[in-house]
C-alpha cells in the first residue's frame, strides 16, 4: 500500500515568520512530487511541483527533496495570513505513462497577523 | 478562458437516486481524474481516464459510473450502490496523464445525501 505521510496540524506561526511544511512517502520508486493549497471550501491549487533531488525555488517558496530519506517539504518564507490554508502533499507513486497521484491527509497552517 | 468547470457546485441526493456530476474542460488534456474528499481526508482516486473511450478503476470506484465519449468531458454517476455518497467531489485534468503531468483541478461538487 503506497501511503504519503503529513503532519495533520494545525501549524501555527506568526506573520513573516518562516512556515515548515513536511511529507513523507513508503515508495521508493516515486518521480513526482507536488504541493498543493487548499482554503477551506475550496479545490486544490497547485503551488510547486519537484522531480530531482534539492532545493527549488519560487517566489516565497520553496520545495525541498531527500529522496534517499523519501522525505519532501515545503517551505513558505515570509509568512502571510493570507498563507492560512490547507497544504496537501501529492505522490506520484506509479511511473511511466501513469500519472495518478497518492494524496496526503494535509497540514492545516494558520498565519497569525 | 482555459479551464475546468463543474457542476452543480451544490447537489442533494435522495437515498436510493443516482446523480451525475458533470465535468468539462477546455484545456485540450487527454487525462482527466475524479477524486473524491471526506472532511479531515486527502483526496481518493475514483476514476481515471488517459483518453477517450477509455477509463480505468481507481481505489474506490465501488458504486461510481464514468464514460468519456469526447475529450473535454467526464461525467461521473453516483450509484445507489454507494452508500456513503456525502463528500466533496473533484475533477482534474492532466496534459497526458503521464508521471511528471501536473494536475489542475475543477471548483469541485459538494454532494449531500438527504
Known amino acids: 500500500q503506497k501511503e504519503v505521510e503529513q503532519n495533520s496540524g494545525p501549524l501555527s506561526v506568526p506573520e513573516g515568520a518562516i512556515a515548515s511544511l513536511n511529507c513523507t512517502y513508503s515508495d521508493r520508486g516515486s518521480q513526482s512530487f507536488f504541493w498543493y493549497r487548499q482554503y477551506s471550501g475550496k479545490s486544490p491549487e497547485l503551488i510547486m511541483f519537484?522531480?530531482?533531488?534539492g532545493d527549488k525555488e519560487d517566489g516565497r517558496f520553496t520545495a525541498q527533496l531527500n529522496k534517499a530519506s523519501q522525505y519532501v517539504s515545503l517551505l513558505i518564507r515570509d509568512s502571510q495570513p493570507s498563507d492560512s490554508a490547507t497544504y496537501l502533499c501529492?505522490?506520484?507513486?506509479?511511473?511511466?505513462?501513469?500519472?495518478?497521484?497518492?494524496f496526503g491527509k494535509g497540514t492545516k497552517l494558520s498565519v497569525k497577523p | 478562458d482555459g479551464g475546468i468547470t463543474q457542476s452543480p457546485k451544490y447537489l442533494f441526493r435522495k437515498e436510493g437516486q443516482n446523480v451525475t456530476l458533470s465535468c468539462e474542460q477546455n484545456?485540450?488534456?487527454?487525462?482527466m481524474y475524479w477524486y473524491r474528499q471526506d472532511p479531515g481526508q486527502g483526496l481518493r482516486l475514483i476514476y481515471y481516464?488517459?483518453?477517450?473511450?477509455?477509463?480505468q478503476k481507481g481505489d474506490i470506484a465501488e458504486g461510481y459510473s464514468v464514460s468519456r465519449e469526447k475529450k473535454e468531458s467526464f461525467p461521473l454517476t453516483v450509484t445507489s450502490a454507494q452508500k456513503n455518497p456525502t463528500a466533496f467531489y473533484l475533477c482534474?485534468?492532466?496534459?497526458?496523464?503521464?508521471?511528471?503531468?501536473?494536475?489542475?483541478f475543477g471548483p469541485g461538487t459538494r454532494l449531500t445525501v438527504l
Open positions: 501529492a505522490v506520484n507513486a506509479y511511473g511511466g505513462s501513469q500519472g495518478n497521484l497518492i
Open positions: 484545456l485540450n488534456h487527454d487525462a
Open positions: 482534474a485534468s492532466s496534459i497526458s496523464g503521464v508521471t511528471t503531468d501536473t494536475q489542475y
Open positions: 519537484i522531480y530531482s533531488n
Open positions: 481516464s488517459q483518453i477517450v473511450n477509455d477509463f
